[in-house]
């Protein structure tokens, strides 16, 4: 009989809200060249010449505010969604972090020491891009590697448009909803422009024209902004969001190079001199609330939009571990059609 075991993998987070431990995870972070892609040596002088000597300090700051007495956030909410789903799986289920403590490779001992055949594995974004799916892909094949192991393996496609998911995200904001808003911000993880350019598997649809994303292509499976805002249309189908009440903007940017407008930061202001006063934010890239979410936007962002006039700020929380995406989650792991990898180690979705 064959057992499949499952490694959810989620980005990560410093061991602890403490300064070294932050540099550290910073540091693993960002010398990934799915993250900063320039060649080595550059991504090494900006990383360690640039970013180190001052972000880590500042970074921790965020960290310690939305530190949990249990640990990071985003993992403890990681883990319970894992403790979730191995309740109701038949076979071995673990998870592991990208950057950071638990890693691939202890996640991939845990499950090879229970004797399983083959891997289903789960990258914890919804939306392809380089800097995460891409990334955990990578990674796990060169752990696999390093670990002499010719597990046959499998890869969950990206689920930004499966219904179980957006039927998910609908129904958890639906209770804000329905108390009274003036507009429904979706912010996502942004991307540097390039980094789309490098995925479109055609060479010449991304970002050639304003129509790119409404125009079908075979890029749009590998095309983080075609799927965010699929991801966007669908809920506010779901919701009944009136087109002048949601917009779409992306957060999280860092360096100088062109990334995906509008910028949150700068979404949120507009949208308080605007006249918005009660704004609802809903985070679809994230599945489980981490830094972005509970610092970047529910402390930082509401000061903005304050700031700028408004007066009721309210952050839906991510999917984390509510039964409905637990149920749904489960179901579309059981029941999505995965793709296996090439010789050429190219995932095909």
Known sequence: MTIRGVLLVNTGSPDSPEVADVRRYLDQFLMDGHILDQPWPLRKLIVNGFILPRRPQRSTEAYRAIWWPEGSPQIVLSQRLADS???????????????????????????????????LLVP?????????????????????????????????????????????????????????????????????????????PTGQHCLRSTDCCATASPAHA??????????????????????????????????????????????????AQAGVRRLLVLCPAFVADCLETLEEIGIAGRATFLAAGGESFTLIPALNDQPQWVAAFGELMRGAEVARLDRSNQVFF
Not at 91 to 111: D, Q
């Open 85 to 119: 789903l191995r309740a109701g799986w038949e076979t071995p289920v673990s998870l592991a972090m990208r950057y950071g403590n638990p890693s691939i490779e202890a996640g991939l001992r845990e499950l090879l020491q229970q004797g399983i055949d083959e891997l």
């Open 124 to 200: 914890l974004f919804p939306h392809y891009a380089m800097s995460t799916t891409e990334a955990v892909v990578d990674e796990t094949q060169v752990v696999l590697k390093r670990l002499r192991s010719d597990l046959p393996l499998t890869v969950l496609p990206p689920f930004y448009d499966d219904a179980r998911y957006i039927d998910a995200l609908a129904a958890s904001a639906r209770p804000y909803l329905d108390q009274g808003y003036d507009h429904l911000l979706f912010s996502y993880h942004g991307l540097p422009e390039r980094h789309l350019r490098k995925t479109d």
């Open 222 to 271: 590998t095309c983080y902004r075609h799927q965010v805002l699929r991801t966007t249309e669908l809920v506010v189908q779901a919701l009944g969001v009136p087109a002048s009440k949601h917009s779409v903007s992306f957060q999280s940017r860092l360096g100088r190079d062109p990334w995906l407008q509008p910028a949150t930061v700068h979404e949120l202001e507009r949208l």
